[in-house]
């Protein structure tokens, strides 16, 4: 299964933009890049995914790099509310599995 | 929308004891899943299920873990005799359908600790 590589933890300030990276050098032509993030407390939610075009969506931007081997998830404007554990999963368009990694913790200081 | 509910939310137990997980989807939802959720670990799934049957146990620990799922809705998750690694938050999860990319909308968790 290709992996994905995110750092453990993150900080931001705010009402300031983050950008959270993940790295995916194994992934194949068919795969898709998700964005999950889990709440304290809570069950993993929804944010985002894409194939090979940047996307955006009312609770994010994907960007994905041209050689699809790297990505970016962008909150525009943290908020409080944003502190989550956010998880990169690569999910192939056969195969129903969704392989969670260690995610990154972000931490948002007001 | 009513979002995926859980029950118990919390459970204490000691090793060698039995312990059960309820888990009811979201409306119309056709695909369960189950994973296991260790602390500072992101989830693993357990079971799979399409409508009753199942789709996809590979991870599931079969000596001690079973699940169903009978009617197609609800399900329940089972530990017989549970042992001390198996603490952890156990997450139900539902999708409209069993395609690759359907979104999964997770329940809040049980967090399972023994003793």
């Known amino acids: 299964d290709a992996k994905t590589t995110q750092p453990n933890s993150m900080e931001s300030n705010e009402e300031e933009p983050v950008h959270l990276p993940c790295n995916h050098s194994?992934?194949?032509?068919?795969?898709?890049i998700h964005w999950y993030r889990q709440l304290p407390s809570q069950g993993p939610e929804y944010v985002i995914h894409g194939l090979t075009s940047n996307v955006n969506n009312r609770m994010a931007s994907l960007a994905i790099a041209e050689d699809r081997k790297s990505s970016t998830l962008i909150l525009h404007r943290a908020t409080l509310r944003d502190a989550a554990v956010y998880y990169c999963?690569?999910?192939?368009?056969?195969?129903?599995?969704?392989?969670f990694g260690a995610g990154t913790r972000l931490t948002v200081k007001p | 929308e009513a979002g995926v509910a859980q029950s118990p939310r919390y459970k204490i137990i000691e090793k060698r004891q039995s312990v059960a997980f309820w888990c009811n989807p979201i409306s119309g939802h056709a695909t369960l899943y189950w994973y296991q959720q260790i602390l500072g670990q992101g989830p693993k799934l357990l079971i799979q299920?399409?409508?009753?049957?199942?789709?996809?146990d590979s991870q599931l620990p079969k000596d001690r873990f079973s699940a169903e799922r009978l009617k197609g809705v609800d399900s329940t998750l089972k530990i017989q005799p549970a042992k001390l690694e198996d603490s952890a938050v156990y997450l139900c999860a539902s999708s409209f359908n069993l395609i690759p990319l359907d979104t999964q909308y997770f329940g809040p968790g049980t967090r399972l600790t023994v003793l």
């Open positions: 299920f399409q409508n009753n049957g199942v789709v996809d």
């Open positions: 194994t992934i194949s032509g068919t795969d898709y």
């Open positions: 999963i690569l999910r192939a368009h056969n195969n129903n599995d969704m392989r």
